[in-house]
């Protein structure tokens, strides 16, 4: 297959460029580079790429012309669309930024993908964040997402109302991928894991969220290796219009998180341990896997502690032990 992925020079978009490479499949990527963290780490990112024969385009996928000129170059089989503004908490910073790259830039996309000879099918990252208030556990893919917590879940749960639409008027297959709280190396540095590695080998405090009465937070936390595997798998697989969880069916507290972080670098943290401020955090998150699994035989292998030490391994070989002074 030949396949367009956007937001390339991302966390999960560099690994799902490289799996696809490495398979033997065509693979072009588009990103935006934007300084929403650390650009430099998007740039070695796209490096690390290139090294492999992709390229990543600098460019926007608000930008019509461009995606258009991508396929007239190259006839795009599959279209792996995970360029967006992440994040939940910075939805409150930077609302705009949220409509401008997961609902502007998912329908120049989408535009784009319709007219396009052959129409490439689309497989495109949502979220977890869509469950928002549901406190069903765990959540299965036809359970109620109309309750979102903050702008960044409202902006997925419009992308997979807008990508029906693009399936119900012009049959593009699409397929939506709810992510849960995905980690690993080369990952995010505004994620708890990643912030928290760092803070805690600067030897500064860092800040533990704690739900009403007490209570831990706790999350899905989903190996990247694992999350490549059901995006390759959903792409080997498309169909008119799905929507599949793309989780660990194992939920650890942030708390523990922190343990095993202490015991991987071998260093304490300082914790400041505070309610949820109401910044748009979920209390937990779970998922239902049964449909990816009976689908494309998702069946995610690593847990918590296994890619948390992976991810420890990186970092310290990309940041060295004292990371941070110069970096973010
Ligand atoms: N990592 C997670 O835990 C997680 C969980 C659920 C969903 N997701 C979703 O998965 C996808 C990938 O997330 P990630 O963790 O790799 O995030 P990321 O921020 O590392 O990757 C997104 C990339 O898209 C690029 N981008 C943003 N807006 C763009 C635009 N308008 N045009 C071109 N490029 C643009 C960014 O520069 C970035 O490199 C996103 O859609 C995200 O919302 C991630
Ligand atoms: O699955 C998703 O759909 C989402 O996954 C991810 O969001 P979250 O699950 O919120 O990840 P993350 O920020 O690592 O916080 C993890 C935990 O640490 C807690 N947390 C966080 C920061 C902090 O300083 N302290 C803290 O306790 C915090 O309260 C939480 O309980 C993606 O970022 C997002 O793009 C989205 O797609």
Redesign the pocket.
């Known amino acids: 297959m030949s396949v367009l992925v ?10 799902v460029s490289l799996a696809l490479k490495k398979r033997g499949d065509g693979v072009v990527g ?5 300084s ?2 650390d ?1 430099s ?2 740039k070695a ?1 796209k490096s690390m790429l290139a090294e492999h024969g992709v390229f990543v385009v600098a ?5 019509g012309k461009l995606l258009a000129k991508l396929f007239d170059v190259v006839a795009f089989t599959h279209v792996m ?7 939940v908490r910075y939805a409150m910073e930077n609302p705009h ?1 949220y409509v ?3 609902i ?2 998912l329908v120049t996309l989408l535009e784009i993908c319709k007219s396009a000879n052959p129409q490439p099918a689309v497989v ?6 869509v469950y928002g208030l549901n406190e069903k556990s765990p959540f299965s893919e036809s359970d109620r997402t109309d309750q979102p917590a903050s702008l ?1 879940a409202a902006t ?1 749960k419009a992308g997979e109302e807008i990508t029906h639409t693009y399936n119900h008027i012009y049959g593009l297959s699409i397929t939506g ?7 690993g190396p080369w ?2 540095p ?2 708890a894991y990643f912030s928290f590695t760092r803070n805690i080998l600067q030897g500064k405090p860092i800040t533990v969220y704690r739900g009403k009465n007490r209570v831990d937070l706790a999350r899905d936390f ?1 190996y ?1 290796d694992d ?1 490549v595997k059901g995006c390759l798998g959903s792409l080997d697989t498309s169909a008119p219009y799905r929507i599949f969880n793309l989780g660990n069916t194992s939920p650890v507290t942030v708390p523990a998180l922190v343990s095993i972080l202490e015991r991987h670098l071998k260093v304490k943290a300082k914790k400041n341990v505070v309610e949820m401020p109401g910044n748009g955090d979920v209390p937990f998150t779970h998922a239902n896997i049964s449909m990816a699994r009976r689908e494309f035989g998702y069946k995610p292998t690593t847990d918590l502690q296994t890619g948390l030490k992976k991810f420890v391994k990186w970092y310290l070989s990309y940041y060295g032990y004292n990371h941070g002074k110069a970096v973010n």
């Open positions: 956007t937001g390339a020079a991302g966390f999960v978009g560099s690994h588009i990103d935006n580079f934007n929403y963290y650009p780490l998007k990112r460019g926007d996928i608000n930008d669309h995970l360029a967006a503004q992440a994040g930024s401008h790259s997961n502007a830039g495109w990252a949502s979220s977890s964040s960044y997925k991928l709810r992510f849960f709280t995905v980690y990952g995010r505004d994620m989903t990247i999350v």
